[in-house]
């Protein structure tokens, strides 16, 4: 089976860098949240392959309506979202490359010269996982889980303060 | 039951519920019962000529149909018909549910992104109003099945209500997931995405053919879908007495969607402010209680 | 038959297994019905029972059924809808033999009643035969080619203006390519002129731009520097450039008349300018003007596809002058321009920083408030739009695209964010709208900017041959309405007796309201069809269709109807949704005003329940409602139309004194308005975070402020004017008769007010059923010679009707017809702005605008 | 079921349902090509050619709405394993739960205060 699990894991691999590679390469906005939307598929599809089922599902949902919204906000934000004008979606390329060559190689460095210790063979199944997650959040973790809810909450009365605000300004 | 007579069976299930909501579709459009109508409307379809609009976005065009009638039968693959009669028992199908359904909203958005039209587009931006709308409530109401089975099984949540169905059990996670069961499946009254009146079709007005032949038989399998997922979360699945399992699912599932149909019949469709604002202003307060509530009574 | 299907089949030999599937799905009808479902109904006695169903789009269907004669811009319409149709499609045309440019039909029936059961098994026979020839053709009638050229160089244009954006063009050959016919080299400078000629004259004239005073100036200098720039590209404009200026400086007359020598563009820009200073006051300007603040939103798209903007306006009105055409160009070359410059990498970085923060905002604003009702200083402020751009353009010279400098041009939203808005039609042929009416609107996302019904008579081609023979004039009148045409015979009928008759009684029989009546049921049931279309009510518009179909064939059942419209008033969540208090960001004022209508309502009231106890079953249902329901909107007008209402009727006895009485209540009312409006102001700035209720709020389909004087009819009566022709017609008074009225003035009170009517209508009919009799044998004789004018008004279904027409030796010499829908086209635009679509063209169909009485 | 080979006939069902598609189309193909005709290839708008492709800076009203959205989405994570051990850890996770979710109600409040749950 570890094989199998190879195979897709290089396939979708590949696949998730294509689309995130495809992001940058058209110049339709909707397209390239799009094309994220579908890297970040791949990932959630990585995460099933590596039997982690809730988190693989999870990045699977979430991404689908937060890429989306993502579209709503490139679109309106963006000049000629529709790409029709072939515009350039780059900028400062020589700078952006060098960057990304750089941060390739220390990822790749990274990944190489870590100990990742040996490969599990026996790992408890997707219903038992989602109640050792449950148990770690309730348990061990709970000052983390309450405290993600209150950064929820200073994300969302900021985001809400400065959507509203172009607004508010204009009505006063 | 032998894997290949469940596989059979649920096959037979689902191709005939989809062919019988398609009847039933068409009953609530024109008003008359017709058996072979379907058939000649796919032929229909079949026969039509395939357009594709001026600059149109060519992957987005090709992908959203398919898109569309994959993640629906990914869905329905996932929910049991009977005791042990379920393609694929996923350990977490009830988060699987909604993931998919997700995608239902971002295929209309891309179809009508697709189009380059504005009645398209502006169907497309819909369809993820109506999403933002109704994926708390939804969610929610999922979780609360979740909290009494104790398990993202969905065989275990049909399990749970052997003593009390969960539409007893937590009647206003069932309303909640009743009514956002209709936005999903854009049914009338929530047929914002496609509105004919409004939009002469919206999302879909500008594809014919094969792709139209796709959404549409789509949206019956989304439609069929949906009901079993009603009936296996709140009408106690296979439950019933005298008959096989599958019978009971398969009538309960048709009352179900038939009763989708109805709905529409009687409310205009609703507005697109108010179906955000009601969402998140008494859709959201009423599912926190309904955890609130499936919680207190959990622990009594 | 003898058809070959040359333009509707697919190309391909019939084998078995087509025939089988042609024939199974020939089955299958799907009809567009052009103009309308609506007018298909008048010619079905029953409902479409399972043998076809209509669609939505053309893309569903695989018939054409054109109903009747039309004239040729609606065949070209109609065409484009065939083109749409995906093969194997049929063409039926009912009535005429031909219609060009649609190609000759496969099926030909006569126009009657129930034409489609003779037609569709032709139909059926096409599809399941022909549904694959050998030998296809394209159809590509020469209108429609003519056309999708004209589209297609817009497309050409937009790339061709994005690469642009790269810099890889020049400039100027653009521009070229799209105006050949005018002078087409002096863009940026004209526009120099122009910001010159403008400030000048806002410094002089306009003290209203004062406020912009200080942006302005820092601005005009700034461009100057630009168009230098942009000159270098264009070498021999290069004195014309300064004698612009100069021009323009020393005013605008003066400029005007040297611009009229370079050519159009130019002419165009000093107009505009011009114009700006006086609005109205000559036919020219005033021209200019309009096409200018239709550029305004475009302007936003000039940056984005600019020509094929310009392009697109002049296609969507054709009687725009050039000169609002060029000018629309100019800004867009103008912007674009820049947008070169900046990728190019050009060093204009001379520019200060500051003025596109500050002075920005401000710009913004007024750009932003003038928009919903522009005339103001509209150019004006777009003008400035354009500067800015510019500018920012120029601050960012480093090549990096700065989205400040971007969207500066573009028209804000009411919330303040910079968008672009879409021009989209809703008709001729649209599910939801009456068949034939054009609805053109500017949506900005999903929201209406801007809507407009566009005055184009569908059957136009009738109302070009006036009868000389005023004998003929019932049924050449009768012809051009087929939505209402018994009342169009009637009134014709009764301006000839107006005229010939001695005894000159034109009042109405009973017989002939009778038939009035019994028209304004099914005018009203085939209305609310297409209404609950629009709403998406699939049981509602079903009933209405059954009992539409019944009423035609005169086996209408009182019992069945009112059971009917019972339940309509019943149906959960309608209400809400057609007069639920909707927000509404950019009616600031129109929400004090109606908060103040609020105040005043309370005054009316009290005059009115003073004065006469006398209260209507309608308002009086309708008043409980409305002191319990949230929205001040509804509230006021009941109150309102009650005042009215009694005014009316004392009126009747004693007219002078009602009449007084009216004017008295009208002065009140302003003043209350008045107070109302300050207190309320101060209201919301106190609470201005909890104001969910006291929001700034508008009702579906409601219309801002008063409803204007010549709006009569349903709108009027449900808006609480009681204003109708019946009360002076003596049948109807001898019955007894108050019109109904109701208390909204907006898309649910509109509707109540239809179904009541129909339920009055019913009770008049059942009433006059006894003694009505059969037509009363009045004979009018016509006289050959003579001379003189008729004159009749007659109560439509839609409000009220008037035929002037005057003989001259015996002749028909001039005619004029004052329709209501007119009047109602003109409330189009108040009562869809800033709404959302839906709610837009529910509000458009809630006035029941006849395309066919829109532009006599 | 192996959880692995659940997944890969999730995928395999994926694949084989665009096979299908693929076949669908192909056999379309079959039926005839499609004519090229002016017009046919521009969207429908109700009779008219419509006059320009509608990608525009599309004004998304409900913005507000997205970005609440965003927030609540976030805690959709911990909802469902706190459902599934629920019933097992017993009040602490009610207590828990009802802190976390009260925090984020208020935020729901917040919004509602500011007048955000609207279009804008």
Redesign the interface.
Known sequence: ?IS??LILLIIFGLAAIWFGWRVFMTS?M??SA?SL?ASMVAIGILF??M?A??LG??Q???M???M??M???M??????????????MY??KNISIAAGVIVTVFIVGAALAADWGTIATQFP???E???L??????KRS?MI??T???T??T???A???V??S??N???K | MTPFLSGFMITLLFVGGVYFVAVLERCSMTGNVSWSGPARSFLLLFAQEEIKTRKHDKVFFETAPILFIGVILLTISILPFSRGSVVIDLGTGALFINAALVYIMVALLMAGWAVNGVYAMVGGWRALAQLIAYSMPVVMALTATVMRAESMFLTDIVESQQSLWNILYQPVGFILFYISALAIAFLPPFDLPVAEGELAGGVWADLTGARKLLFRLGRLALVLTLSVAVVVLYLGGWMGPWLPGFVWTFLKTLLVAASFFAVGHFIPRIRHDHLLEYNWKYGVPLALYNIFQVGVVLLL | METTMRYGARKGKMNFFRRWMAKSASRELCLFPVPGPDILRIYQSGPLNGEARLTANPREANVLLIIGDMNPDMAEQAAIVYAQMPRPRVLVLAGPKHLDPLPHPDVHVALEKDFLQTALPAVRECLSSLAWIDEPEPYQPEALVNEIEEAGKQQGHMHHHHHHGHGDHGHGDHDHSQHSGHGHSHEGHDHSAHSHADHGEHEGHDPSAHQHGNAEEGHNHDHGNHDHGHLSGHKKEGHDHSAHTHSAHEGHDHSHEDHKNHGHSHSGEAEAGESKGCHRASDKPGHDHGTHDHDHPQHTKHQLEGHSHSHGQQSGEKKDSHSGHDHGAHHHDHGHEQEGHELSGHQHGEHSHGHEGHSHEEHDHSQHEEHGHEHGGHDHGHNHGGHDHGHGGHDHGSGFMSMIAMTKDLPRSTDGLPMEWSDVQFGPFHPGMPGGLRLSMKLDGDTVAEAEADQELPSRNLLASIPEDPAALPEYLEAINPMAPVTYRLLAQKAQLNFFDEAGNSALTLYEAVLLEKERITSHLNWLAVFATALGSGWMRDQAIKHYHRFQNGIGNMEQLSGFIRRIKKMPYLKLKLSAAVHNPGGTEKHSEEAAGTHKDHHHEHNADSHSGHCHEESGEQKPHDHGGHEGHEHDHGAHGHGEEHDHHEGHGHSHEGHQHGEHDHHSHEMHQHTGHETHDHHEHVHHDHASKDEKNKVTGAVPGQLPDDITGPVARAAGIEKDHRLEEAVYQQAGWTPVTAAGNNAWSRLMVRLDEIEQSLRFIEKAGNDSGKESSRKINIPSVGMGNGIAHIESPRGIVTLKFHIHEGKLAHMHLTTPSVALAGLVKPVTEQQELADALIAVNSLDISPWEINP | MAPLTQYLLLLGMGITTAGLVWMLYLIKQSLGQTLDEPGKDIPAESGNLAPKPAWLRYHVHYYGYALLFLAFDMEMAYMYPWAVVYREVGILALLDMGVFLMILFLGLIYTWTQLGLKRQ
């Open positions: 089976m199998v699990q339709s909707v397209r799009l939307l099933l392959v039997e089922e809730f599902v999870l699977i949902m979430m689908g309506t937060e989306s919204i579209a709503i906000f679109m309106m934000y963006m000049m000629d979202p529709g790409g029709l004008g072939q515009m350039d900028h400062q199944g997707p219903h996982q989602n109640r997650l449950g148990m770690e959040i309730l709970m889980f309450e993600a809810g209150v929820i909450l994300g969302m009365i985001s809400i303060t959507a509203l172009i607004k300004s204009v009505e």
